[in-house]
C-alpha cells in the first residue's frame, strides 16, 4: 500500500505569499526525503532534499521541514510566484530500498 | 551533460503491439529507476538498476515488461502485448549510490504511452 500521502490536494496562494506543502509518511525506517515540482508534461524537477539525521534544511526561497517524531514533512515556499504554480510530490527511500515511494502530491495555484 | 534524456517523447501504439522505450541516465550516475504515472497520481516505481544488474522489480512489472540496461549506462523497457491500462507516462530516473552523498533522483521528461 500507499505509504506517503498529503493532507491537501489543492493549495491556493495569492503571489507574494508564503505556501506551506504538508505530507505524512508511514514508514518510520525511511531515511530521506524529496520535495518534486512536476509542471503539466513534464518530469518531476527536483526542489529540495533531507535526511533523516536533520530536521531542517533550506534552500533557495524553499526550506524542508522533517518531524519524525510525527512523521511529518513540509515543503515552505517564501514568496511564491506564478511560476511556482504545478503539482508538488514528497518522495521517501527506506534505509535498504533503492527506490522512492512517491505520495499522490499536492497541486498548487498562484493567484496573480 | 544535459539530465536524463528519454525517447520517444510520445507514442501512439496500437493495442497487442510491442514498444520500446530508452533512458539515457547522468553520465556519472550508477543507478537507473523506471516509473509509471497515471494522470493525478504519482509516480509509481517499476523497476531499478544498479550498473548493470537489475536489482528490484516491482509487482506492477508485469511479465509483459521487460527492462535492459545491458552495458550499465543506457535502458530499455519494453512493453510486448500493449493493453489500453498501459497508456501512461514512464519516466526514468538516475542515482549515484555511495554513502554520504546525496542521492540525486534526477528525472527525465518522459515518454507518454497511448495505446488505442
Known amino acids: 500500500g500507499e505509504s506517503v500521502g498529503l493532507h491537501l490536494p489543492t493549495l491556493s496562494v495569492q503571489e507574494g505569499d508564503n505556501s506551506i506543502i504538508n505530507c505524512a509518511y508511514s514508514?518510520?525506517?525511511?531515511?530521506?526525503f524529496i520535495w518534486y515540482k512536476q509542471e503539466s508534461g513534464k518530469g518531476p524537477q527536483f526542489i529540495i532534499d533531507?535526511?533523516?539525521?536533520?530536521d531542517k534544511r533550506q534552500g533557495q526561497r524553499v526550506t524542508v521541514l522533517l518531524n519524525k517524531t510525527v512523521k511529518h514533512l513540509s515543503l515552505q515556499i517564501a514568496a511564491t510566484q506564478p511560476g511556482d504554480s504545478a503539482v508538488y510530490f514528497c518522495?521517501?527511500?527506506?534505509?535498504?530500498?533503492?527506490?522512492?515511494?512517491f505520495g499522490k502530491g499536492t497541486k498548487l495555484s498562484v493567484k496573480p | 551533460d544535459t539530465g536524463v534524456s528519454q525517447n520517444p517523447r510520445h507514442k501512439i501504439t496500437k493495442r497487442g503491439q510491442n514498444v520500446t522505450f530508452r533512458c539515457d541516465p547522468i553520465?556519472?550516475?550508477?543507478?537507473l529507476y523506471w516509473y509509471r504515472q497515471t494522470l493525478g497520481q504519482g509516480p509509481e516505481f517499476l523497476t531499478y538498476?544498479?550498473?548493470?544488474?537489475?536489482?528490484?522489480k516491482s509487482r506492477l512489472l508485469s511479465d509483459r515488461f521487460s527492462a535492459e540496461r545491458p552495458k550499465g549506462s543506457f535502458s530499455t523497457l519494453e512493453i510486448q502485448r500493449t493493453e489500453q491500462g498501459d497508456s501512461a507516462m514512464y519516466l526514468c530516473?538516475?542515482?549515484?549510490?555511495?554513502?554520504?552523498?546525496?542521492?540525486?533522483?534526477?528525472f527525465g521528461s518522459g515518454t507518454r504511452l497511448t495505446v488505442v
Open positions: 530516473a538516475s542515482s549515484s549510490w555511495d554513502r554520504g552523498s546525496r542521492d540525486g533522483y534526477t
Open positions: 514508514n518510520s525506517a525511511s531515511d530521506y
Open positions: 533531507i535526511r533523516s539525521n536533520m
Open positions: 518522495a521517501e527511500k527506506g534505509g535498504s530500498q533503492g527506490n522512492l515511494i
Open positions: 553520465s556519472e550516475h550508477n543507478r
Open positions: 538498476f544498479q550498473n548493470e544488474a537489475q536489482l528490484e
